[in-house]
């Protein structure tokens, strides 16, 4: 018995993963980009009292489309008492208002890059 085998179409699935990996790429750069911005505007709305907190406010990649925006010694221990405030003292939100002004841009933003990866 003879078994004959025929794939077509393997070229154009490497074109379409190619298109992929340039899609997963170019997100990773809108991820890192919003990250960075997120960062930037908290850093710029904080109240500065020593510049601790301030200073605080970083982010990393944990992988190609995921970024995470967070807080590192010192600030870490006491932001959320400026962000939502205490019986004593009013918020001062700094971190919400950040990330709220990005999320419709970064959004924007993958939709465009998906969109491009599927044409």
Same mark, same amino acid.
């Given at each position: 018995m003879k078994?004959?085998?025929? #794939?077509?179409?393997?070229?154009?699935?490497?074109?379409?993963?190619?298109? #992929?990996?340039?899609?997963?790429?170019?997100?990773?750069?809108?991820?890192?980009?919003?990250?960075r911005r997120i960062k930037y505007r908290a850093q710029s709305l904080v109240?500065?009292?020593?510049?601790?907190?301030?200073?605080?406010?970083?982010?990393e990649m944990r992988g190609p489309t995921l970024g995470v925006v967070g807080l590192k010694p010192p600030g870490d221990s006491y932001w959320y008492f400026v962000e939502f405030g205490t019986v004593d003292t009013p918020a001062k939100p700094f971190f919400r208002p950040a990330v709220e002004a990005e999320t419709r841009p970064y959004v924007a933003e993958v939709e465009m890059i998906v969109t491009q990866a599927c044409k």
């Open positions: 078994i004959k085998l025929q #794939v077509e179409g393997l070229s154009q699935l490497e074109r379409d993963f190619q298109q #992929v990996t340039q899609g997963v790429l170019t997100s990773r750069r809108a991820v890192e980009g919003a990250c109240r500065v009292q020593t510049g601790k907190l301030r200073d605080s406010i970083d982010y």
